[in-house]
């Protein structure tokens, strides 16, 4: 795109040699680091951000997204425009090295990721940064990508064990076993997965559970089974 100037995707797939696969995968990050545009680029946005409908094993969603990303016109260089009220023109800090380590890292803890799940963690890279890198693990196979928790919006991507995890645990009945959790722990999600307000992440606090959901009253706390690693 440097050399030639605002090319189509068949001309790119010719000029670069590769796959149209490849070559889907390279233009999705492109776009994600702000590099490049398209004329279609808005039916590009719909389908990478799913639309209304989803599936939660992602073959959909990827197939959709190759096709818009073919029909999506000319692809051509983003110039920064000139800084203007002396702002400078801004690019992603972290390498690619490190963001697929924190991926992977929020995978191993939580096995479903998704941006309001993380919005306790330590101070963690943009966002956009890691959707990124989500996209090219759910492209690689690695992490799949759908709808797997109710009531939020956005992607969302989950580890295959977790979601057959998921599903085994919702076809459980309730045993009303209590649980009870540091407040301090990462696990700590009170108020951000669950009803009612947050529990602040402050060591010798607790946080109680039965079947999954936040007892408030901590009854039977003598009675609690302590989370493994809490």
Known sequence: LDTGGALFHEELVAECGMLPSHVDLALTELVGWGLITADGFAAFRRSSHGGTRRRGFGGGRRATRASALAQAGRWSRLRPLAATAGTPVRFPTHTLETLEAIARTLLRRYGV?????????????????????????????????????????????????????????????????????????????????????????????????????VDPSGEAAGSLHRAPGS
């Not at 085994?168 to 649980?179: C, D, M, N, Y």
């Not at 606090?205 to 039965?210: E, L, M, N, S």
């Open 113 to 213: 990721v998704f941006k309001a799940l993380i919005a306790r963690e330590a101070p963690l890279p943009p966002w956009r940064e890691l959707l990124y890198v989500f996209w090219r693990l759910e492209a690689q196979g690695e992490v799949l990508g759908g709808r797997f928790v109710a009531g939020f919006s956005g992607e969302q991507f989950a580890r295959p064990e977790a979601v057959g995890l998921l599903r085994t645990l919702a076809r459980q009945p309730g045993r009303g076993e209590p649980r009870i959790l540091s407040a301090a722990d990462p696990l700590n999600l009170a108020g951000i997965l669950t009803p009612g307000e947050r529990v602040p992440a402050f060591p010798g606090r607790h946080v109680y559970y039965r079947d999954g959901q």
